[in-house]
């Protein structure tokens, strides 16, 4: 495989070197080299072709193998995992709806992008621990792969903080014509999220959501609520994402007895 130099102009430049080259496998998979369950080129081999390091490669390697896409057989080397028409989250992984998108080799897109300030409900200001009636910024969308309607979310965020990092509300709604991703957005302005803490639940469609959504009314979503956090342990992101529950697949990597200390 011929490594090919990929255009970071629309990614945060504070992507790391294993970021990036996990791009490019990523890229060469749903390019077609790596033929279903394909084995991947030696470490060696991939480690010249992307010109990275053997240690840079595996922790690549390891980001593919959190989003499903490859798998380590001991003795025999990593495979590409048999693709399905299905978005694959990996819960020991935090990934937004663009990257779970991506990493299922479609084109992620928005539609019925709605941007607004408003005064936090009482459950918003508890949650991401915000003074009463504080103000937060609401963006409502419909999440699309390859044009077809995948979920729709609600990121709420506070506009105290929005504020310091200079995204105001003209801004944010500027960058999401672009920029789809929250998690991207906020990182290029200097916001990192180390981690989050998510509740999965089946839930049934709203008469909107089922119509936002193109499904029959009553039709069954997955739930994904999230609180999100910088390594400080401030709040900065509450996202509700309403699933389309036949196109997602929830993977959990659970240790066994023998890893346990």
Same mark, same amino acid.
């Given at each position: 495989m011929e490594a090919k130099p990929r255009s970071l102009r629309?990614?945060?430049?504070?992507?790391t070197l294993?970021?990036?080259?996990?791009?490019?496998?990523?890229? %060469?998979?749903r390019g077609g080299l790596f033929d279903p369950h394909g084995r991947l080129p030696s470490e060696p081999t991939l480690a010249t072709q992307l010109a990275v390091s053997r240690a840079t490669l595996r922790h690549a390697i390891s980001i593919l193998?959190?989003?499903?896409?490859?798998t380590r057989r001991q003795g025999s080397g990593t495979f590409v995992v048999e693709p399905v028409n299905r978005l694959r989250n990996n819960l020991n992984a935090n990934f937004g709806v663009t990257d779970l998108v991506e990493a299922a080799g479609w084109q992620p897109g928005t539609k019925n992008l709605v941007v607004r300030e408003h005064i936090a409900d009482r459950a918003m200001t508890q949650r991401l621990g915000l003074p009463p009636r504080s103000k937060v910024v609401s963006v409502e969308r419909v999440r699309t792969a390859d044009e077809r309607a995948v979920a729709y979310t609600l990121d709420h965020l506070p506009s105290a903080m929005l504020r310091e990092h200079n995204l105001d509300l003209e801004v944010f709604e500027s960058a999401?014509?672009?920029?789809?991703?929250?998690?991207?957005?906020?990182?290029?302005?200097g916001v990192t999220v180390h981690h989050g803490i998510a509740t999965v639940k089946p839930t049934v469609a709203t008469e909107t959501q089922a119509r936002l959504l193109a499904l029959p009314p009553g %039709?069954?979503?997955?739930?994904?609520d999230q609180?999100?956090?910088? %390594?400080?342990?401030?709040?900065?992101?509450?996202?509700?994402?309403?699933?389309?529950a036949d196109l997602l697949a929830v993977q959990v990597y659970r240790k066994g007895p023998g890893s346990r200390a």
């Open positions: 629309s990614l945060p430049s504070s992507r294993p970021d990036r080259a996990a791009d490019d496998l990523r890229e %060469a998979i193998e959190e989003e499903g896409l490859v999401f014509s672009s920029e789809q991703s929250v998690y991207r957005l906020l990182e290029l302005h %039709a069954l979503l997955l739930l994904l609180v999100d956090y910088t %390594a400080d342990g401030e709040a900065v992101l509450l996202s509700e994402e309403y699933h389309v």
